[in-house]
């Protein structure tokens, strides 16, 4: 598991409330929301590896 490193984050109150509204509707935490929402632009900007996908054992 990686290590996680806390920080302050100032945000309008308004994209914050639209991101908690988010996290809920997925299930998730606020802060989940926002390591997803980050991890899929880092990705999607080319800054970040895309998440290695796990295939099932495959028996011959």
């Not at 509707?25 to 899929?40: A, K, M, P, V, Y």
């Amino acid at each position: 598991m990686a290590n996680k490193k806390a920080f302050a984050l100032r945000i309008d109150e308004e994209k914050l409330a639209a991101v908690e509204k988010w996290a809920s509707d997925e299930f998730r935490s606020t802060n989940g929301q926002l390591e997803w929402i980050i991890d899929r632009a880092l990705r999607e900007a080319g800054r970040q590896k895309k998440a290695k996908s796990v295939e099932p054992n495959k028996e011959e």
